[in-house]
């Protein structure tokens, strides 16, 4: 009965490196939305996918950032040549397919950029 | 104008009082989520509602579709219960994502 799986749940990387977010939703689930939570600031959306698919993406910045959610495998979120703004927690949360869109989340993944 | 304010930004409390978390949204939604989240801790859904009332143990959640205003209340509060509590709602229906607000920042004191 495991809920949403998020890994690592730390991680420090230095500027110009990139950032590799895990994502892994409750069993069943299909969808998946990322979230970031700024230092002192409330939660904003990033990107929507589903599995294989990118449904909305308006949330998330033009450059440096990508996500996917293969077929197999977790949902990845992907941060190239971080840079100290990009210190801060980033959540997934999953939802199923069913009448209830009730979002699930993740314990979150803190990046820090040195 | 934030889509999603919530009152008071910081609270504290005493021990055993009565606590309301205000909420109000200037958009359409098909359904309003109370949040909970602990310093450094992750998320956890308290409630999803789209009409009326839940209660669940000491909180009890409400929401007016017409005033577009939701509250939520923990009865006889207690310092396990500091927290930061977040409103976030669900746009237009199906699967969409949340608009949250800035939460609000509980503390109760011994």
């Known amino acids: 009965n495991a809920g949403v799986m998020q890994n690592p749940r730390h991680l420090v990387r230095r500027r110009g490196q990139e950032a590799r977010l895990r994502c892994s939703p409750m069993?069943?689930?299909?969808?998946v939305y990322w979230y970031r939570q700024l230092p002192e600031e409330g939660l904003k959306f990033m990107v929507y996918?589903?599995?294989?698919?990118?449904?909305?993406e308006s949330g998330m910045p033009k450059e440096r950032f990508s996500a996917e959610f293969p077929k197999e495998g977790p949902s990845i979120l992907r941060i190239q040549q971080v840079v100290r703004g990009d210190s801060a927690a980033y959540f997934c949360?999953?939802?199923?397919?069913?009448?209830?869109?009730?979002?699930?989340f993740g314990p979150g993944t803190r990046l820090t950029v040195t | 104008k934030n889509e999603v304010e919530q009152s008071p930004q910081n609270l504290t409390a005493q021990e055993g009082e009565f606590i309301t978390i205000n909420c109000s949204y200037s958009v359409g939604i098909s359904a309003l989520h109370w949040l909970q989240q602990h310093p450094g801790g992750g998320i956890v859904s308290l409630f999803m509602l789209s009409s009326g009332k839940k209660k669940h143990g000491r909180l009890i959640a409400t929401i007016n579709i017409q005033e577009k205003h939701s509250s939520l209340h923990i009865t006889a509060s207690h310092p396990r219960d500091s927290a930061v509590y977040i409103c976030?709602?669900?746009?237009?229906?199906?699967?969409?994502?949340?608009?949250f607000g800035k939460g609000t920042r509980l503390s109760v004191i011994a």
């Open positions: 069993k069943g689930h299909s969808h």
């Open positions: 996918l589903q599995k294989e698919n990118i449904i909305d």
């Open positions: 949360a999953s939802t199923g397919t069913g009448s209830s869109y009730e979002q699930y």
């Open positions: 976030a709602v669900l746009r237009g229906s199906g699967n969409t994502p949340l608009v």
